[in-house]
């Protein structure tokens, strides 16, 4: 099986930074994707940024020029700035395999979530 563990998240003001990070341990997928997705109560789960195991990056049109994403192997860490109070949210790390294998699609972890909340 595959754990994820996940660290950063807090309370930030407007405007300013805040660093999230993701670790995988387990049996890891060749082809996959790993990043952060984020959740607020009464919607639906969004994507936040992703990267392959070939180093393709994926942004989400809302934190796009926001956000950075990067990869050191099974770790991930996400920079964002200029966060806005519409960035609150609960936080979740992911790791899935891709590509047409069968098993691809039954490869899928998501870490606890961690919450991060951006207000004056």
């Known amino acids: 099986q595959v754990q994820l563990v996940e660290s950063g998240g807090g309370l930030v003001q407007p405007g300013g930074s805040l660093s999230l990070s993701c670790s995988a341990s387990?049996?890891?997928?060749?082809?996959?994707?790993m990043g952060w997705y984020r959740q607020v109560p009464g919607k639906e789960r969004e994507l936040v940024a992703v990267?392959?195991?070939?180093?393709r990056r994926k942004y989400g049109d809302s934190v796009k020029g926001r956000f950075t994403i990067s990869r050191d192997n099974n770790m991930v860490d996400l920079q964002m700035n200029s966060l806005k109070p519409e960035d609150t949210a609960v936080y979740y790390c992911?790791?899935?395999?891709?590509?047409?294998?069968?098993?691809?699609?039954?490869?899928?972890?998501w870490g606890q979530g961690t919450q991060v909340t951006v207000s004056s």
């Open positions: 992911n790791l899935r395999g891709v590509g047409a294998a069968v098993e691809s699609y039954r490869y899928n972890y």
């Open positions: 387990g049996s890891i997928f060749s082809a996959n994707e």
């Open positions: 990267v392959n195991n070939g180093g």
